[in-house]
């Protein structure tokens, strides 16, 4: 059973940055595509971006393209979101996910997609 854990959460003024991490354990994921997704108080859990088993694609929500940018060290098996000119929107909580199927490209993941989650990491922005 693979374990994820984010870090790298935290308090940030608005415009700031952070750089999250997602440690994984007991499995490794270099065969599978990865993502982040985010929920906040109130509202379901939403996609937030994605990266191919290789590294070699990526695919954003709306809201983050040109801010976001995910990736990946296989051979650490660690996946990464650095997040730039961050709002008060971006508060949430941030949960690293692995796809459910090997060999798995980028795209738009929803919830059935996904095998494993993460617990997550607390982001806040303020204003």
């Known amino acids: 059973q693979v374990q994820l854990v984010e870090s790298g959460g935290g308090l940030v003024q608005a415009g700031g940055s952070l750089r999250l991490s997602c440690a994984a354990s007991?499995?490794?994921?270099?065969?599978?595509?990865m993502g982040w997704f985010r929920q906040s108080p109130g509202k379901e859990r939403e996609f937030v971006a994605a990266i191919s088993w290789r590294g070699d694609n990526t695919y954003y929500a709306d809201s983050v393209k040109g801010r976001f940018t995910i990736s990946r060290d296989n051979a650490k098996n660690t996946l990464y979101l650095q997040m730039n000119s961050l709002e008060p929107e971006d508060t949430a909580v941030y949960h690293c996910?692995?796809?459910?199927?090997?060999?798995?490209?980028?795209?738009?993941?929803?919830?059935?997609?996904?095998?494993?989650w993460g617990q997550g990491t607390q982001v806040t922005v303020s204003s």
């Open positions: 996910a692995a796809h459910r199927r090997i060999l798995s490209g980028s795209y738009y993941y929803t919830a059935e997609d996904i095998g494993s």
């Open positions: 007991g499995r490794t994921l270099s065969m599978y595509g």
